[in-house]
C-alpha cells in the first residue's frame, strides 16, 4: 500500500479565488503527490506491527461493504493492550480495490485528535488489515439506537458536534470534502471524545497544485449515504458543490442525533431529493417544531417525548444555518466552532462520559484473554459477536 492513487474528482472544475472567512492559502499546501506534514511522532506511543500473528482476535464488533469488511476487538500480544482491527475480505469487496487503498492513503494523511486514525495496515492472505485504536462506546448511533431511542440530550450533542467540528474544519483546511458526514461515521473513545471516520467517501480539492472551489463528482457507492448529502451535491449540476456540503450533512446528523431517527428515513429517494431542492429541511423535533402529522415514525410514545421536551433557541439556529438550502449562506466548519451552541458546550461541567455512563463499554463485554493465538480464536468469534455492535 505505498503507492495510492489520487482522488477520482474530474479535473474540469472551476478555479477562482476564494474570498472572505472561507478563503485558503494555496501556498500552504501541496498535491497528494507529495506527502501532506504529520503530526510529530509522539516517541512514548506503542509501535504496532504489520503482521498478524502480533493480534489475538477477540471479538467480532461490526461488519460493513455488505459484510466484505469485518471489524474485530483484538489484543495486541506483545503489549496486552486492545484494539481494533478492521479486516477487508477482497474476495467479497464489491469496491473498487483503489478506494479501499485510498482511504488507508488519507487517513494516514491526516493526522488530528479528532480523526479515527490507523496504526498500521498490511495485506494478509485475501484480506487487508488496518489496525486502529478501540472505540469503546462505538459509534453515536449505536449508542443512540441502545440507549437514547428518543435521541441524545442536547449536552451530548453539543460535545459531540464540537469535536466533529474540529475534526472537519482540519479536513477542510488540508483540502479534502468528507462527503459521509452521519452518526455511525461519528465514533466515541472512553475519554469521551468524539472522532470522525469515513474517509473512504472523500475527496480532494486540490488538483495539480490548485485548489478548486468546486467538484462535480459523486462519491462512490454511497446509497447508504443519501439522506445525509447535500441537495447541491445530490443535484449534480454544472454549480457543483464544496466544503459547505458536509456542513449541511453535520445538520442532518444534529437532527439525527437529536431526534433518534435518521431524517427522511421513510421517504423515497425521488421525494427526499425535491424535498432537498425545495429547501425543505429536518428539524431537531420539540413542542416547538413537532406535529402529529408530520412524521409518521415518530407516531406514538416518541412523539409524546418531542412534545414534551425543548430544545434551546441556540441549537435551533445551529441546525437552522447548517441546513441552509444555499451553500454560501451556510457558515464554514470553523465558524460554526464559534457558535453559542459549540461554545456553551464547552463551558459546560458535564462529561460526555458521564451522560453515556448507562452504556456498557465495549472492552467490558470481551471475555478474559486466553493465549490460543490468532488463529485459534478464529472460529469462535461469530459466537462471541457482541450485543452493541461497532457500526464501522
Known amino acids: 500500500m505505498s503507492c495510492l492513487p489520487d482522488c477520482g474528482c474530474p479535473k474540469t472544475v472551476q478555479e477562482t479565488a476564494v474570498e472572505g472567512d472561507i478563503a485558503h492559502d ?4 501541496r498535491p497528494l503527490s507529495e506527502s501532506i506534514p504529520l503530526l510529530p511522532k509522539d516517541t512514548t506511543m506503542i509501535t504496532y506491527e504489520a503482521d498478524a500473528s502480533q493480534y489475538a482476535l477477540l471479538a467480532i464488533i461490526g461488519k460493513g461493504l455488505k459484510d466484505a ?33 485510498r482511504e488507508i492513503l488519507v487517513t494516514k494523511q491526516l493526522r488530528h485528535e479528532n480523526l479515527l486514525p ?4 498490511f495485506v494478509f492472505h485475501n484480506e487487508v488489515w488496518a489496525i486502529m485504536p478501540l472505540m469503546t462506546y462505538g459509534s453515536a448511533k449505536d449508542v443512540m439506537y441502545t440507549h437514547f431511542t428518543e435521541g441524545l440530550p442536547e449536552i451530548a450533542i453539543g460535545l459531540i458536534l464540537k469535536d466533529v467540528l474540529s475534526a ?13 458526514v452521519k452518526a455511525s461515521h461519528i465514533l466515541i473513545s472512553s475519554s469521551g471524545k468524539a472522532l470522525l471516520s469515513g474517509l473512504r467517501y472523500s475527496c480532494n480539492v486540490i488538483n495539480n497544485g490548485k485548489w478548486q472551489t468546486v467538484i462535480h463528482s459523486f462519491p462512490p457507492d454511497s446509497v ?39 431524517p427522511f428515513a421513510e421517504m423515497p429517494p425521488t421525494q427526499m431529493l425535491l424535498e432537498k431542492l425545495q429547501g425543505y429541511h429536518p428539524r ?10 408530520e412524521d409518521s415514525h415518530s407516531q406514538g410514545t416518541l412523539g409524546d417525548v418531542y412534545r414534551m421536551r425543548q430544545f434551546s433557541d441556540s441549537f435551533h439556529i445551529f441546525t437552522e444555518l447548517c441546513l441552509q438550502r444555499d451553500p454560501s449562506r451556510r457558515p464554514t466548519a470553523a465558524q460554526l466552532s464559534r457558535h453559542l451552541f459549540i461554545k456553551q458546550s464547552r463551558k459546560s461541567n458535564i462529561a460526555l462520559q458521564d451522560i453515556l455512563a448507562v452504556v456498557t ?5 470481551i471475555p478474559p484473554y486466553k493465549d490460543e493465538g490468532t488463529f485459534a480464536m478464529e472460529d469462535k468469534l461469530q459466537e462471541l459477536t457482541i450485543s452493541d455492535p461497532w457500526n464501522f
Open 26 to 29: 494555496e501556498s500552504s499546501y
Open 224 to 262: 447508504t449515504n443519501l439522506n445525509w448529502l447535500s441537495p447541491e451535491l445530490l443535484e449534480q449540476n454544472l454549480m457543483g458543490y464544496n466544503a459547505k456540503s458536509d456542513v449541511y450533512s453535520l445538520g442532518v446528523t444534529a437532527c439525527e442525533l437529536a431526534n433518534g431517527i435518521v
Open 284 to 293: 431537531p423535533l420539540d413542542s416547538r417544531t413537532y406535529y402529529s402529522n
Open 118 to 121: 490507523y496504526y498500521c495496515s
Open 361 to 365: 463499554p465495549i472492552a467490558d463485554q
Open 168 to 180: 472537519l474544519d482540519y479536513v477542510h483546511k488540508r483540502g479534502f470534502i468528507h462527503r459521509s
Open 69 to 101: 469488511v469485518t471489524v474485530s476487538v483484538a489484543r495486541h500480544i506483545t503489549t496486552g493492550q486492545q484494539v481494533a482491527i478492521r479486516r477487508t475480505n477482497l474476495d467479497f469487496c464489491v469496491e473498487d480495490v483503489t478506494y479501499i487503498q
